[in-house]
Every structure is written in C-alpha cells, then in structure tokens.
C-alpha cells in the first residue's frame, strides 16, 4: 500500500515536470550544465580517439571512425525509441511537452542516422569492398532515415497542431518496428556485412571483447553525443513550447 | 601532430569532415531558430502588455 501510494507519488511529480511552465524552469537551469559536459565529453572522446589510439591490426587507421560511427548510430536509435515514448503519451494523455519533444528529437535523430550512414559507407569502401550493400541492418537504417524525414515532413505540411500530432505520432509508433530492427536485425537474420554489437564482437561461438585502447575513448565519445542530444533536445522543445506560445498570442492579436 | 593515417588517411578525414558539417548545421539551425523564436516571442508579449 505504501509502496503504490509511494510510486503514484513520483507519478505525479512526473507529470508535474512536464507541464510547460515548470519544464521551462528546470530546462533552463540544467541546459547550460549539459552544454559543458557535452563539450567536455565530445571533444575529449574524439581528440583521444584521433590523435592518441593505435591503429588496429585489422582495420589500420579506418577505426578511428569508431568514434563518429557507432555514438551516431546509438543516439539515432534511441531518438527513435524517445519519439516513439512521446508520440504515445500523447495518444494516451494529450501530453503537450511529450508530443513536442517527441517533434524536437526528429532533426536531432535524423542527422544523427545521416552520420551513422555516412561515416559507415566510407568506413565499409576499405573493408568491405563496397560502400553500400542491401544487408538487414543497413537496410532497416535506411528506412529509419526516411521514417524520420517522413515524421518530419508531415508535421510541416499539416497546420492544425493536434491533427499533426495524432498522425506524427502514428508514423512514429510504425516506424519504431525499423528503429528495433536496424539494432537487433543481425541477431535474427544470419546474413550481410554488418558485424553484430561494436563493442563486443560476436562471432556466434566465441565473444572478442573490443580492446580497452579504443574502448575508452569510444565510451566517453557515446556519453558525449548522449549529452549533445540531451542539449539539442532541450533546446528544440524550448522552441516548441515557444513556438506553441507565439501561435496563441498570434491568434489573439488576430482576434482582437 | 597530425597523426599518421596511411592508406586510409582520405576516408578518416572525410568520415570526420562530413560528420562536423552535419553536426555544424544542426546545432547552428537550432540555436538560430531559437534565438529568433525567443525574440519574436517577446515582441509579441510585449505588444500584449501594451
């Protein structure tokens, strides 16, 4: 009984952070802190990942996109996964700041899987041969670009905010089944050039973990492009809720 | 201290040259829109108060 009433407690100050005005508060004061770590993170990942690790056996100096590659890769699959959480609030609350930064993650996500294309076709020319291949995991990452250009587009050409919405957030709890696929796709379909997780190589029968001199870098680069989208996140729901706000008054003035 | 990329040298920088653009241009676009959203905003507070 405690219990429930302890969780229901934590609930509701949930919900509480997410009413537009004291989401505004709280935002503003904790943007500038992930400003700095994110900072901090990235440019510390990658200038150690560059400049001071080896290059590998294998793959020379070509893992060195590593650190670009699998942090893009990460973020554009959970941006997915945030889109896919705000869109269903919405449909199930009419939560206005869960749609809107559902709406503010698709410009962060979509760049986020041009990198990860990008960075890994010039990463498979070398070693693979080609820079492209229809394999299941680039594949369903291909349409998880379009799935994030669709969400996008279709919010721009709808005017009425809460039709948008609703449909946005259709697209998006669709478009979630390729975010999934695009990470797990490897595991299930046994075929293509894509190696499974990046940081630890499986071969089915024996695991190689990835070596700590690149994986130490690599981690702090993932933090650092985590807290980079926390920030743009914060910063484009900011806009949203202003956006939303403008529109409003906009409207009185019309009406006066 | 450039280090040495051997064979490679052309996709790394480029791997690197082409995700700074991408990032470039999403942290400027959303830094400017909300720049100019916060302005206009406070024009239009403004002119309520008025």
């Keep these: 009984m405690a219990l429930t009433w302890k969780l229901s407690s934590y609930w509701d100050k949930f919900w509480h952070l997410a009413n537009p005005k004291v989401f505004m508060g709280w935002s503003s004061r904790l943007l500038p802190i992930i400003i700095v770590m994110a900072a901090f993170c990235l440019s510390t990942g990658l200038i ?23 942090p893009a890769a990460l973020v554009a699959i959970n941006g997915y996964l945030l ?87 259709i697209l998006a709890l669709v478009g979630c089944g390729f975010a999934l696929l695009s990470r797990y796709a490897v595991l299930f379909w046994s075929q293509g050039l894509h190696q499974g997780t990046t940081v630890t190589i499986s071969d089915g029968v024996q695991q190689e973990r990835i070596s700590d001199v690149f994986f130490q870098p690599l981690l702090l680069s993932m933090v650092g492009f985590c807290l980079l989208f926390l920030a743009l996140l914060l910063i484009g729901t900011r806009t949203e809720l202003r956006v939303r706000r403008l529109k409003m008054l906009e409207l009185r003035e019309q009406m006066l | 201290m450039m280090p040495d990329l051997g064979n490679y040298a052309v996709e790394v920088i480029s791997a690197y040259g082409l995700s700074s653009i991408v990032l470039g241009f999403l942290i400027l676009t959303s830094v400017v829109r909300n720049a100019r959203v916060k302005q206009r905003l406070a024009d239009a507070e403004a002119r309520k108060d008025a």
């Design chain 1, 83 to 169: 889109m896919f959480i705000g869109s269903l609030f919405w449909l199930i609350r009419r939560q206005h700041v869960s749609v809107l930064i559902a709406k503010a993650t698709a410009p962060i996500g979509m760049a986020m899987t041009a990198i990860a294309l990008l960075t890994g076709a010039i990463w498979g020319q070398p070693m693979w041969g080609t820079y492209w291949v229809w394999d299941p995991r680039l594949t369903s990452f291909f349409v998880l670009f379009l799935f994030y250009i669709g969400y996008i587009v279709l919010w721009s050409a709808i005017e009425d905010h809460d039709t948008a919405a609703d449909l946005t957030s």
């Design chain 1, 48 to 70: 150690w990942g560059f400049f001071f690790t080896p290059d590998d056996a294998r793959q020379g100096s070509t893992v060195k996109i590593i650190y670009l590659h699998v």
